[in-house]
């Protein structure tokens, strides 16, 4: 099993910068990818990022490239989200993922919630105008 821990949500002014970490514990091992996920009210969650371990490779939502970096402290087993230029439509939980290596859903591809096997509580990002 593996525990995700979310932190550093918070509010801020459209055009402001925020970062995102997700402390990853437990059998971290296992983990093959990482990605970023948010869910507005009413809405579905929706992609924002991934990052693959083993490669290091990493992949945005066209909403978010450019704006947003997706990166990882391996020493650390952290996961973190960098955001600038914030826009109120940005505003969202955000949620970090992690997937299994044993898991059928590492052939999957990363883009949507039914990818990942863990999932963190969530922190809140509040863009106001």
């Known amino acids: 099993q593996v525990q995700l821990v979310e932190s550093g949500g918070g509010l801020v002014q459209t055009g402001g910068s925020l970062r995102l970490s997700c402390l990853a514990s437990?059998?971290?091992?296992?983990?093959?990818?990482m990605g970023w996920f948010r869910q507005a009210p009413g809405k579905e969650r929706d992609f924002v990022a991934r990052f693959t371990l083993s490669a290091g490779t990493t992949y945005y939502a066209d909403s978010v490239k450019g704006r947003f970096t997706i990166s990882r402290d391996n020493a650390n087993n952290t996961l973190y989200l960098q955001m600038n230029s914030l826009k109120p439509e940005d505003t969202a939980i955000y949620y970090c993922?992690?997937?299994?290596?044993?898991?059928?859903?590492?052939?999957?591809?990363?883009?949507?919630?039914?990818?990942?096997?863990?999932w963190g509580q969530g922190a809140q990002v509040t863009v106001s105008s």
């Open positions: 437990g059998r971290t091992v296992s983990i093959y990818r």
């Open positions: 993922a992690a997937g299994d290596l044993s898991s059928p859903k590492r052939f999957r591809s990363g883009t949507f919630a039914g990818s990942y096997d863990y």
